[in-house]
């Protein structure tokens, strides 16, 4: 057998195994995306290839794709759902699109409400300066950029909560494929930021998504 | 001049600069100690070597030091505040346990309540799994390992909490001064773990408390 | 002439000089097995590309191939032999399957007996966990895993028997194609974890049987 | 508290946990130590500096040590143990002597019989061919080898069991501290040749005592 | 001999050769100083350590000399001269400064005028905000900066003259001695930013200098 | 939205902002050319894939491209202009034509004047030194060579300007994708040279200019 | 124009300019052999592909092509010369030929004989010792391996001549394109081992050809 | 035992086995020296320290040391000899002399004549274009370089001999070590260039030993 997937995460770790869908033939991604609705759990899935999609729009025609973002959603329950929190993700450039794509379709799987602000890097400060206040009201920060990876030090300086930095491999020559803006984030002169690996747009809005769910859970519990 | 101490931050990130000792002279050390306190701040320095230590505590005799985690803390005000919030910081090994202390010391200075369980690496997963209860009612969880730096992807598929991974330089040969866990904390298969520099216990620490600062705030303000 | 095959090492090391496809034009590599069978020793060869691989079938239409795994086989006799020995090999996820092919095909030619379980990654314990009798009865475990490969220390610590590890290319970023896993199962923080190259499966099955040979033979020779 | 040493490692692995001395104090590690011998387990204690073993030989004057591999070992029982097996333990040069000192103690603490041949490098190989029978009789042989790490290539040509290579630091400017023999091991043309990280002594003869152990017990149950 | 001094070298570039003093004894030190004294040069010596600042200062006492940026001045003349040009030298932090001394020194023994603003990192923006009337009316700015080295991005997108970017060894873990640095500047996303060697201070300002006279020259000349 | 154009950057820097093509669908890309267009600003693009380039064409027909350059200009006004300045480019080998393209269109858009020498590599001195006065007559030099990257290194001890090194990606093997030229540029033994991102013809060409326009203007000011 | 050819370099080195064809028009190439005919050079290209050869083919008829080498040789005279010299080129695998091709081609081309010896690496001794007369009779001997290329630190220990190792880009994973070979020998054991760039067979048999040459010609002067 | 001298190699190789000091005790080193002795054989050892030294002055008064070079001689007979060939050693800079005089010592050793030219690196040409008659009568030239190890590509388009070169650990940042003047050496643009590893002065002067030696006999044997 190719897979022995994970039903009791959602209990767990509060969300379903995700479906990591690179290295998996489109019969295996769709034998797995069946094994969780089979056992009535919500259906997420990255770095979905062309091949993949496609089969996966045979199989699963109400599934929702993201063909820049390179994500399949498949919700168990088409109701709608109110969406908590406050998740704000900037990007450097305009490259740095489809990992912050895949960044907001994670955030919107996990019920938590996201705004996005493109192509603001610091070569011209003031595109992010005019969002101070957007800044300054999220939960959580996640900042998507290659090349020299900068923009996660200056926002870190300017806002009190958490920055998750997103490292891509925008750029050429000496970003090594996303390794430049990596280091600079592991070095951020700022203090509240973290990282995830390159191009992990997922990762980010994962996290992201259990901090603002907390938060708010909190805040209805009172 | 040798500093501009940025007197704002407090009021733009919660908590007041930070001191990087590394590199300062004792007197550069001192000297930005003293203009923190005369603009009324807290006072917080990390990475502090021998030298910088003594000369501090000859001019701070009150100043708190951890000669283990290498920090210094001199809080404005001597009265005992309330903690908030619940932070849990694990370490895979002992030798992890310096860095350990300036992640908890960094807690406890941003007014933040923490718990530590020490050498309950993966080789043995019962010591960690005896502390399922503790571990899944956490805030944050911060893991803190050397070598192969594989708990956080174990700690990580056991709650629903963020963790906040961080590589230390134990180790030889391969792991190359904390590279080696550096990468596998960023490469974890549990999807809720960020990750800072290698030995950065002030960023891992930080970063918990803006977040358990935030789950309690809302949580008092509802 | 392209090529100078070793038809003594049967003799000095237990099984004949096993094909490197890789660099080989069809025509080479089919020489190269015209050899073996002219000197009566069993063929078998790995990472065989898709062209090699049809040469081979109209060359050698009773060879045994596996395109998942990327061999040939053709074994010099077709009576069925008796296997020896216990080999376990576990992958940590889908995408290490290939890997795990090569390893299978590799004991399986050399007279060894394997059983495999997929998919147990340690974000979900209770998945390795269940099969602790299987682990625990085995020669050899082999256990072959990408991205952060935490597998093989959690292994380690569960049996008494050698592990062999081997990192896979599964990963994007800075697994930086297998390196990642490799750091870590080199760093493995239980001690009897050896290690093989990236992509290794022929390696790990190759050394595996030995030691699962060695172990029979005295058994029997007793 | 500083360890929660781990007891019953005894029971799932065949040898009790062995103390990575590195990074604690002289203290922490006598403290260990101490634990382990109220539970009644052998005591081995790896890459123990100088104060630490001024400080063990203090308090257990009656621990064996050996300065040259930096090993401590407190058997919990005095009486003399028939040792099992045979390991044939190699260097290429003098300068891995350390290294293999290290192997050496493991392989006696584990109960395992040993051999050593020490300076055979492949500049000279007249040196290592006079000891084939030797090679040829052994059930693992362990090859510690530094600067172009050849040495596992050609044993592995020459011998039908398993072949364990421990890249050393032995060299300078491109053997980058050991990197460069780690990758002659790692891509041995040799089919039976497993590697450990550089310098660990400790781990190739920890896994070669499974190894000879499990062919031994074998043998003797039968 | 040790020496083969470039006493031509003033005539092609407008600058005698510069001593690089790291790996030569104190004596030859002194005696490639002597050699341009007696050809009429000015000396400047770089990477002094305090053996030979010792012994220099025995030798030549009216030489010129910083412990902090490890600089010896030597001019040929002791009759003041008109410096030209502007350049701007800052610091993303305080232990930068060492660097920038050697920066700043360049600058003066070569003819040039320039000032210096110290630790406006980009975690507090309003530092370096408010002396962009300064920053505007230099002909080159140098920008030193250790860590995450993102403070030149920030200056290029504020500036119309060029951007020299100088990494330092300053930070720990991933900085890996300025590599961190140096790849954030290499991929400035700033256009006018040109990038030295880690911790080259000299070179920066040997540079800016070229380009300050220059400007100068054509000013003087019209 | 997919950009945030800086249409404020012409007036901080001196120029517009440059469009990097790179991980822009053409529609994007064109759609931030509209947009400069509107603001009444300049147009250059580099790194145009064929794609993007076919598309520009359709799209605004007066555009002027460079194949081999893979530049894209559409100037504001039509009207001839006059060129200040004199940078000099010089190339390696003949490999490294397409960067120096990328180079001399930058330098021309930003209206400075520049000659270029093609193919003057170090294993052939005489063809370099013939071209000496050109040389010596130069504001910048702008040198671009992949492999050993040795040419800086001797130009820069012939001239009295800056010289600004390009490495290229031009090499095989442990040339790195360029890294090493980078390197030896990195380290060039003549002080005055200063480095830009592999391939970045484009970053030395904008420096270069803003240095050649800087002199001019004062030069034309007094 | 796109090349400067070094006409003189015959004179000086002995042997005319070598095209690199790497990064060049089909047009270029032929260009360049164009004009190393109208000087009445031989012309001798590397790495040509596929492209470059179908073109030369056409305007150069009677050039002389080897597809495996990847070589293009048109010498000034067709009449047949007298080799000299006598260097031996090895492999240690088959997948190691394209490279000895490159070898083979640039010794003819520069007048020297060679012999070749395939596929005898070290896995099977017996293979490379069975040469051993001829291995003591060459002026210098070429060993060509990828994967662990421990064949040239064997050659060495066996001869009295130089020898020059050439790694090569065979392997995967951890051969990381040559480097573990390259690292290999560069650490060789034996000490008259000099090394070359990664699949550099060209400058191995050039500098071969040189040494070869000179014990040559120094035979005949006599 | 503590080695195993290769009594044999002079027969094979031409020269007796060098001892590598690095990692032996003092009565180690000169327990392999006694042994040479003994067997009549020359003693030549490279990389001995101080303590090494000073043993090694007390047991063995008639043996020659450069302190500078760091090696140890002691040839088996005191009789002059005819020293053969015409090795040239060139440093770029005065810090590489510490290289250069184990190379000049290995010749010497070895029985081959030499010269050097000290510090005539490429920022001032004509230092070494001075030397061009010499240059051009070398059987080797040897160049020794750090930083950017720009020398070899010059020299190697002024000669029709072999030329070694190496590397240096001069230098700082960007060098690391060594690294940078090895990758421009390997990509020299020069054909005859061949390299050995960092510091490694003992290989090349081992190498153009073997080179002159052969030259020198054939010549003799005429
Ligand atoms: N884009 C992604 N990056 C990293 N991990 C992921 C990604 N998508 C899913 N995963 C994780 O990959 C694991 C599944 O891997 P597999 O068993 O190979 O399907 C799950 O634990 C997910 O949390
Ligand atoms: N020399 C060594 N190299 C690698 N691992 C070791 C070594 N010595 C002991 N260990 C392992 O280190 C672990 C103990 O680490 P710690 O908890 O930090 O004392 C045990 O699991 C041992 O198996
Ligand atoms: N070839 C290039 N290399 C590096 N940076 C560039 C290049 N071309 C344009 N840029 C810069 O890239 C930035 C635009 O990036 P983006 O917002 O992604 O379009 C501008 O600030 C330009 O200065
Ligand atoms: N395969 C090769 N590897 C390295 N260098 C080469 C090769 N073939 C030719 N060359 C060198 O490349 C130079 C020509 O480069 P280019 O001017 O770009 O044609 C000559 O100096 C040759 O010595
Ligand atoms: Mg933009
Ligand atoms: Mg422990
Ligand atoms: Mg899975
Ligand atoms: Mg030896
Ligand atoms: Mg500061
Ligand atoms: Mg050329
Ligand atoms: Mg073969
Ligand atoms: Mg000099």
């Known amino acids: 057998d190719f897979a022995t997937v994970d039903l009791h995460r959602r209990d767990r770790c ?6 990591f869908a690179e ?17 009535g759990q919500d259906c997420f899935a990255t770095r979905v290839n062309d091949d993949q999609a496609a089969y996966l729009a045979t199989r699963f025609p109400d599934g ?15 109701e709608p759902r109110t969406l908590v929190g406050n998740v704000l993700v900037l990007t450097a450039g305009t490259g740095d699109l489809p990992v912050a794509h895949e960044t ?14 493109v192509d603001v890097g610091v070569a011209g400060l003031h595109r992010l300066l005019r969002h101070l206040p ?17 923009l996660p030090s200056v926002v870190g300086g300017l806002v009190d909560c958490p920055v998750i930095a997103v ?8 970003t090594f494929g996303g390794v430049a803006p990596l280091l600079t984030m592991l070095n951020a002169c700022s ?20 901090i603002a769910r907390r938060v708010a859970k909190r805040n209805v519990s009172e």
């Open 191 to 210: 203090a509240g930021v973290v990282t995830v690996n390159i191009d992990a747009g997922f990762k980010a809005g994962y996290t992201a998504a259990l």
């Open 23 to 39: 290295g998996k033939t489109p019969e295996w991604t769709a034998g797995v995306v069946e094994r969780l609705r089979q056992a």
């Open 167 to 174: 490292p891509t491999s925008v750029g050429y020559g000496t």
């Open 64 to 78: 929702i794709q993201d063909r820049i973002g390179r994500t399949f959603w498949y919700p168990q329950s088409t």
């Open 104 to 117: 907001l379709n994670t955030l919107t799987a996990m019920g938590v409400q996201s705004q996005r602000i």
């Open 134 to 150: 957007t800044l300054q009201s999220a939960d959580v920060v996640i900042v998507v950029a290659g090349m020299d990876g900068a």
């Open 14 to 19: 509060g969300y379903p195994e995700v479906i």
